[in-house]
Each structure stands twice: as C-alpha cells, then as structure tokens.
C-alpha cells in the first residue's frame, strides 16, 4: 500500500471524527438544556437527631395494639408480601413459604422450602410477638436471613398485620385470647 493511499484513509478518518464533534456540538446547542429550578422529586431528608437525653416514644404494648388491630387494614398492609408469599390454604412457596396458618406454626417447617440458616436456628414458633419482632426488621431478627424486605417501622401496621394472619387459619383464634 503507497503512502498516498495512507494519507487517503488517514485522511477519511479524520474527517470523520471532525463530522462527528460537529454534530455533537450542533446538537448541544440546538438541543440544549436549562439547569432545573428544582428538583424532579423530592429527595428524603435525614431525620434530625433527637438529643441524647431525649428517649424514643414507645410503642404500646403488643396485647394493647393487637386488640384495637384491623384484619382489614393488614390485608392491605400485605400488598407487598403477595409477590413473595401465598395467603392461600395450600398455597406453594414462592420466593417466600406461604403464610396460611403462619401464627403459632413452627419457625422454619415449611416443607420443601429452603429456609436459611439463621431462620433454621432461631426454633420455637411464629407466636404473635416473634412476629413483631420480625416484621420490624427481619435481618434483625434473623441476621443472614434470605428476606429482603426491610421491615414495617410503625406498630400498628405490624399489629394490623399480625391480626390479618390469624386470620388465615382453619380455625382462627379471637384477638381478645392472646
């Protein structure tokens, strides 16, 4: 190949860049764009620290806030578990084990579901207060766990919950009982 011949592609892929950077520098100007004056959406602010002498209010007491409980209310809290976990008798696990029967069953006895190990571990059953426990934040309770959901911060949406999946049962019990 000559050093004309060279020279023609050398050439050709400058200009080629050369058209390129034009164009993007045309259509920067053409379409450009104005800095916003505020933001698309409001970003969450920090919380403000409380003083140190200052104690977070407690929540009530899990009889008290089981009692007053909307079954209603917590079907419509369960939104988000529906794409994880079955409410139906005979329900097959999903990502989660289905949640029929769930109170008083015990922890990790699913069968043919993969709990985790620290799931595994933890024994006993799914009294109304593990529940509690767990629905307001399950890597603290279990830490390892295979659940993503971050958990329920307020109360009476985990009481609402809780009373919701009493109410899945063959025989469910009456909230004055717990």
């Known amino acids: 190949m000559s050093a004309f011949e060279m020279n023609k592609f050398a050439g050709a892929f400058l200009a080629s860049l050369l058209l390129a950077i034009s164009l993007?520098?045309?259509?920067?100007v053409i379409f450009s764009h104005h800095k916003l004056v505020?933001?698309?959406y409001a970003l969450?602010?920090?919380?403000?620290?409380?003083?140190?002498?200052a104690a977070p209010a407690a929540a009530e007491p899990l009889p008290v806030r089981l009692a007053k409980a909307?079954?209603?209310?917590?079907?419509?809290?369960?939104k988000a578990c529906q794409?994880?976990?079955s409410f139906d008798k005979g329900g097959a696990a999903k990502a989660g084990p289905p949640l029929y029967g769930v109170v008083n069953?015990?922890?990790g006895s699913v069968a043919g579901f993969a709990y985790s190990d620290s799931i595994k571990s933890k024994g006993g059953a799914w009294s109304p207060d593990a529940l509690d426990q767990f629905?307001?934040?399950?890597?603290?309770?279990a830490s390892g766990t295979k659940m993503t959901y971050a958990g329920e911060k307020d109360p009476d949406k985990r009481a609402d919950i809780i009373v919701y999946l009493e109410s899945l049962s063959e025989n469910p019990k009456p909230v004055s009982s717990k």
């Open 24 to 28: 993007a520098i045309a259509s920067d």
């Open 38 to 40: 505020k933001a698309g």
């Open 44 to 53: 969450p602010a920090a919380e403000p620290v409380a003083e140190a002498s």
């Open 70 to 78: 909307d079954p209603g209310k917590g079907e419509a809290n369960t």
């Open 83 to 85: 794409s994880c976990h």
């Open 105 to 107: 069953r015990a922890i």
């Open 135 to 141: 629905l307001s934040g399950p890597k603290t309770y």
